[in-house]
C-alpha cells in the first residue's frame, strides 16, 4: 500500500503464489555464474570451463556494460551459455536525499538496461541504498522508489529485460532486508518491468523460511543468488550448506530463470565449483 491513508483500509493482500499455483510441468535448475567466480586464465577459458560443467548462464558485471555489449555476443558465439543478469555497476544512489545522486543513478541505471536487454539478461540487479547511502527516513525512501521504479520498470520491459531490486542483510542495507518487501514495493509500482532477486546468503539472515519468501514474490521472482551459508564461499564449503526448502519455494512457483554463483572460493576453484554444482542439483532433485 502507498500511503498512510490507505494503509488502514487495506485488504488483505493476494499472495502471489496463489495467483501462479504450482507448476503443472516439472522445474528445471537452469545454473549460471559471476564471470568472476568462474576459474580460467581468460573469458574463453572461463566459460570453456562453465559450459562442460553445465552451467548456461553467465552473469556479468554492469559496469562498463554498454561497452562490451560487442565483446560478450562475440565469446557467446557458436556456445549455448546466455547472459542470465547484470550485477549493479551503476552510480549514485537511487534514493539518496540528495536530487544529483539520484539523477545519477537513474541515468546510469537506464544506460545499464539497455546493454543488458541487448544482452538478452533476465534483468539487472539494484540495490536501493545501502547503509548511510541515505538520509531519508524508510517512509519517503519508499515512496521515492516506488515512483523511480515505474520510470526504470518501463524503460526496462522496452529494452526487452527487467530492473531486479536484491534484498540484502542488515548489515548492509536496513533499507531492504527481505524479498516480500522488495516484491510489494515493486507491486506498488504498478510496473512489471520492476522485479526482484532473491540471494540466499543475504536470505540466510533475514528470512525465516526461504520457501515462504519465494512465493511471495511468484512471478516477480527474476533471479537467484548462490553461496554457502556462513562464510560467503561456492555451495558446500560450509558444512551443512542446504538449500532444499528454498528450491522447493523455486519449484513451486514454476522459476524459469537462473539460479547464479556470487560467491568467494575457499578452496581449489575448479575443485570447489564441479562441487558445488552437484551439490545444488543433487538438492534440487531432492526439494
Ligand atoms: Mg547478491
Same mark, same amino acid.
Given at each position: 500500500m502507498a500511503t498512510m491513508t490507505t494503509l488502514a483500509a487495506a485488504a488483505v493482500p493476494t499472495l502471489s503464489a496463489a495467483e501462479t499455483g504450482p507448476p503443472t510441468q516439472p522445474v528445471r535448475l537452469r545454473l549460471s555464474c559471476q564471470d568472476g567466480v568462474a576459474p580460467g586464465k581468460n573469458l574463453n577459458e572461463k566459460l570453456d570451463f562453465l559450459e562442460a560443467l553445465g552451467v548456461e548462464g553467465v552473469e556479468w558485471g554492469g559496469g562498463g556494460l554498454p561497452r562490451r555489449v560487442d565483446e560478450i555476443q562475440k565469446a557467446f558465439q557458436g556456445r549455448k551459455l546466455k547472459t542470465s543478469a547484470i550485477c549493479a555497476g551503476f552510480?549514485?544512489? @537511487?534514493?539518496? =536525499?540528495?536530487e544529483p545522486e539520484r539523477q545519477k543513478a537513474v541515468a546510469s541505471i537506464k544506460e545499464i538496461l539497455t546493454a543488458a536487454g541487448a544482452l538478452g539478461a533476465a534483468g539487472m540487479i539494484v540495490v536501493?541504498?545501502?547503509?548511510?547511502q541515505t538520509k531519508l527516513s524508510h517512509w519517503e525512501a519508499r515512496e521515492l522508489l516506488v515512483k523511480l521504479l515505474a520510470e526504470l520498470g518501463e524503460h526496462a520491459q522496452k529494452a526487452g529485460t527487467s530492473v531486479l531490486l536484491e534484498p540484502l542483510n542488515r548489515g548492509e542495507s536496513q533499507f531492504l532486508r527481505q524479498v516480500a518487501d522488495a516484491a510489494e514495493i515493486c507491486k506498488d509500482s504498478k510496473s512489471e518491468g520492476a522485479c526482484v532477486m532473491g540471494d540466499f546468503w543475504h536470505m540466510t539472515w533475514e528470512e525465516p523460511n526461504d520457501m515462504a519468501a519465494f512465493l511471495a514474490a511468484g512471478k516477480r521472482l527474476r533471479h537467484v543468488h548462490m553461496a554457502?551459508?556462513?562464510?560467503?564461499? @561456492?555451495?558446500? =564449503?560450509?558444512?551443512?550448506?542446504?538449500y532444499v526448502n528454498g528450491f522447493q519455494g523455486l519449484k513451486f512457483i514454476g522459476y524459469g530463470d537462473f539460479v547464479s554463483f556470487e560467491c568467494g572460493c575457499r578452496g581449489d576453484r575448479k575443485t570447489s565449483l564441479t562441487a558445488a554444482v552437484k551439490l545444488l542439483r543433487d538438492q534440487w532433485a531432492m526439494a
Open positions: 552510480g549514485g544512489c @537511487l534514493i539518496s =536525499e540528495q536501493p541504498a545501502f547503509n548511510g554457502s551459508r556462513k562464510t560467503r564461499n @561456492l555451495p558446500g =564449503e560450509d558444512a551443512g550448506d542446504n
